[in-house]
């Protein structure tokens, strides 16, 4: 089974701080996805990244930055982290060919900025 | 980018009923997913479905494409499909990013 990993199930941070979320994928994933949910919003895409070193913007990038120099790790970061940054963290992976697919995601982190 | 709707948002079922959870999604898609998020918020992917049917045991999914819209059907229920169910689509044409619907959280009493 494919897995990801995500490094910590519960973080809490102060306001400022920098954070870093890590993510391991053990299948050779071309592609890794960091989304964040919110009651009432959903999933959002922050980032995306579709090799070693490339990486795109997605809905919400705005606070965050990423690192991907390894294949299976893709790393979140936040650069001052703010209260409104409290939320669950998933990432994700796929092989990005057509025979299969799916995400698989991680089974997140929830942080919390105090 | 294409819109996701999911209705119901909320149901309430008892254990052994069946249900069908609704998809619709604003222009054509090639990666349509639907995933089940339990109650501890692990995302489970249920089906890669682009088009067609598919089925896994209890749970079978139906896209059809043309008419922009897929549905998922539980059979059986138990108390462990409880969680929220999602689906998503790629943000534009053949995105390998996904957008999601808000969900319907399904309950299912003993």
């Known amino acids: ?114 | 980018g294409i819109q996701v709707e999911q209705s119901p948002p909320d149901l309430i079922l008892q254990e052994g009923a069946n249900s069908t959870l609704r998809c619709n999604f604003s222009d054509s898609v090639n990666n349509l997913q639907w995933f089940h998020q339990n109650p501890w918020g692990q995302l489970i992917n249920l089906f890669y479905i682009p088009s067609g049917t598919k089925q896994n045991g209890r749970l079978s999914a139906t896209t059809v494409a043309t008419e922009r819209y897929s549905l998922l059907y539980i059979s059986s229920s138990q108390t462990t499909d409880s969680g929220v169910y999602f689906c998503a689509g790629p943000t534009q044409g053949g995105s390998e990013k996904l957008v999601f619907g808000k969900g319907t959280k399904l309950t299912v009493n003993p």
């Open chain 1, 1 to 114: 089974d494919v897995k990801v990993t995500q490094s910590s199930r519960y973080l809490v941070k102060r306001t400022g701080e920098k954070v870093f979320l890590e993510c391991v994928q053990d299948m050779d994933h071309e592609n890794m996805f960091w989304y964040r949910q919110d009651p009432g919003l959903g999933l959002r895409l922050i980032y995306f990244s579709y090799d070693v070193k490339m990486k795109e913007k997605g809905d919400i990038p705005e606070g965050y930055s990423v690192s991907r120099e390894k294949k299976e790790r893709f790393s979140l970061i936040l650069e001052s982290a703010s209260t409104n940054q409290t939320s669950m963290y998933l990432c994700a992976s796929n092989d990005g060919s057509r025979v299969n697919y799916g995400y698989t995601f991680g089974s997140g982190t929830r942080l919390t900025v105090v």
